[in-house]
């Protein structure tokens, strides 16, 4: 069995962390993948080009770019490095649903955060369109209330004191480095 966690984890937070550290403790024997999900559209045959201009994927909403992501996320998971393995993917979509079926060629199971926020809709649709496309889905609830939102306001207004409450600290050390350099 392939258990996959996805998301845009811009940035990574507690609220991840605590999920994941959730799904170790229950499936011991299993290994997790964190899907770092990027906005890709097919462009003919098996070509993609990173778009970001729909809401979701806008440059707001998305402040760090796949490598600085990569780098949080891998920093944050290093306790966990010998269970959880990080990639990439394309935004699951219909258009993009072979080549996800390609990357995790055998029988998946997402893991799809139950929320109790406003963005508890996005996840019941996401969690949807996973069983839709005949995959198998399991809810973990994320214990803290963490919005991603306001995480990139504190980022953008600089207030690292609060942020260091919210985000592992192995993910402010590439949040302060970018921030720092942009002044």
């Not at 962390?17 to 959730?22: G, P, T």
């Not at 258009?95 to 390609?102: L, R």
């Not at 005949?134 to 953008?156: P, Y």
Request: hydrophobic share 40%; charged share 25%; with cysteine.
């Amino acid at each position: 069995m392939m258990y996959i966690f996805s998301g845009r984890f811009q940035p990574i937070h507690n609220g991840h962390i605590d999920l994941v550290s959730n799904f170790l403790q229950n499936y011991p024997n299993d290994k997790l993948i964190i899907a770092i999900v990027r906005n890709y559209q097919i462009i003919g045959k098996n070509k993609l080009f990173d778009k970001q201009s729909e809401e979701n994927f806008s440059a707001e909403k998305n402040p760090f770019c796949g490598q600085e992501t990569l780098e949080m996320v891998s920093a944050a998971l290093t306790k966990f490095e010998d269970r959880v393995m990080t990639t990439f993917i394309p935004r699951p979509s219909f258009e993009t649903w072979k080549i996800i079926q390609s990357f995790f060629d055998s029988e998946r199971t997402w893991i799809v955060p139950i929320i109790d926020s406003e963005f508890g809709e996005w996840e019941n649709n996401k969690a949807s369109f996973f069983n839709e496309q005949g995959d198998k889905v399991l809810r973990i609830f994320i214990d803290k209330n963490i919005s991603s939102t306001d995480i990139r306001q504190l980022i953008e207004n600089k207030n690292f004191d609060r942020l260091n409450l919210l985000i592992p600290k192995e993910a402010m050390v590439v949040i302060q480095e970018k921030y720092e350099k942009k002044g």
